[in-house]
């Protein structure tokens, strides 16, 4: 099938297209190439996916998702039958510093996806909402049927924004949507401004890391070929009504629309300082800590209840930390030519 995935050039969406192209998809990706963090790794994503075996398959698109006309003319001249929408200003700490750009790609630039989408009949949506919307939310496991309407980010309220409109489109057009609450997403190609990246380099470099909380949070750590799997049994999985809902006692991750939210998460917190321990093994070094309180916008922990995306998918996470974590020190070393 012919499948738009957004945010190609992107950690998550580099490694869902090269996974679409090994089964014989085409894709048509788009990324602006923004430079939130290192446009060379970017680039390499990108060189990776333009040397794939399928390449041919593969198209790239430099575009940004605000771009609006640029957004309806892309939509009318492919006529995607499938579209993964993962671009979207991330970050918690730099939705405080710089919250306009979270509203010109979260939320304009989702719009026009949806607008795109609608207009050309796409069969299903499946775009990234993130396990933010949680946020001060204290019991664990997180689960789909929780209420989310205390967010403690802008970029946190930006995700259950995408999720309210997401509903508005699916009621009123019958457009399938399905929303993927991601948790903590880690592995090679990573993101330089996630823990896992930043205690690397800090660590190779006799660097001292920060330690957020005290180093009292816990992670669902889910290693990208986890999450690509839920991305991939949720795009083929279309969106359904529940015709079991009852605006009497509502689901919140269910609709008489075809609507969905999952969470795609490990299942399995980590603490910390367990988590810095399994590096410091891989590495075979030991960090230098610097113990910090918590940030603003941060929350303690994260726990993914999965039963739901596992019923209806069959998603089961396979990856433990000590493999994830080996995985991503190997590429990084090869990466940056680290003996």
Partial sequence: MKVLVTGVAGFIGFHVTKYLLSRGDTVVGIDNMNDYYDVTLKEGRL????????????????????????????????????????????????????????VDSNLTGFMNILEGCRHTKVKHLVYASSSSVYGAN????FQVTDNVDHPVSLYAATKKANEAIAHSYSHLYNLPTTGLRFFTVYGPWGRPDMALFKF?????????????????????FTYIDDIVDGIIMCMDNIAQPNTKWNGKSPDPSSSKAPWKIYNIGAHNPVHLLTFIETLEKALNKTAMKEMLPLQAGDVPDTYADVSALTNDTGYQPKTNLDKGIGEFVTWYKTFYEIQ
């Fill in 47 to 102: 060189k990776q996916l333009s040397t794939h075996t399928s390449s041919n398959n593969f198209s790239f698109i430099k575009m940004d998702l605000a771009a609006r006309k640029n957004i309806e003319d892309l939509f009318r001249t492919n006529q995607f039958e499938k579209v993964i929408h993962l671009a979207a200003q991330a970050g918690v700490r730099y939705s405080i510093e710089n919250p306009h750009a979270y």
């Fill in 200 to 220: 690397t380099k800090a660590i190779l470099e006799g660097e001292p890391i920060k330690v957020f909380n005290y180093g009292n949070h816990r992670r669902d």
């Fill in 138 to 141: 204290e019991t664990i496991p």
